[in-house]
């Protein structure tokens, strides 16, 4: 189960930004984004202007617990992948690491192989990024500078 608040450090989101904005190239996708499962956006990259980010990463939190549900009644684990095929648009979800999702939004200039021949390769990156954050936060102080300093410290400083 995913923890109801993701602590997201800035080296972390810097990466996992990179990855998205390189997504959109490698895949030639029009929007890519990711979304925790609780529908909160945590990166976009691609044509996201004309578009309600917002709605549309608390729908698919929707859409994938959903079909978690479907799942659970198939006495599957998860659906970890979606595909949804429109008239002009299509839409690729990965579910990451059982944590976040992945989507990709493409139209005609693109196909469904190669962006999941290259969704899968941001999914193997994207999942060592969430695992090295989990561990960060397991252990926050282990590159603090405070991380030395001990309670006798802290009670001597305001005994004097």
Known sequence: MVN?????????FNQIQNVVDRLV?????????IVDKN????????DVDNLDTTS??????????????????????EFATQFHEGEKA???????????????????KSSLGLVRLRVRRASEELNNIFEALLKKVADPGADSPFAEITDEDIDNLFND
């Open 4 to 12: 109801p608040q993701m602590v997201m450090y800035e080296e972390e």
């Open 25 to 33: 190239k490698d895949a030639n996708a029009k929007v890519v984004f």
């Open 39 to 46: 529908g909160q956006l945590i990166a976009a990259s691609g």
């Open 56 to 77: 549309l990463a608390s729908l698919t939190a929707g859409n994938i617990a959903a079909t978690g549900g479907m799942a659970k009644l198939l006495k599957e684990n």
């Open 90 to 108: 299509n839409i690729h979800i990965q579910l990451v690491g059982n944590r976040v999702i992945l989507v990709v939004i493409f139209d005609s």
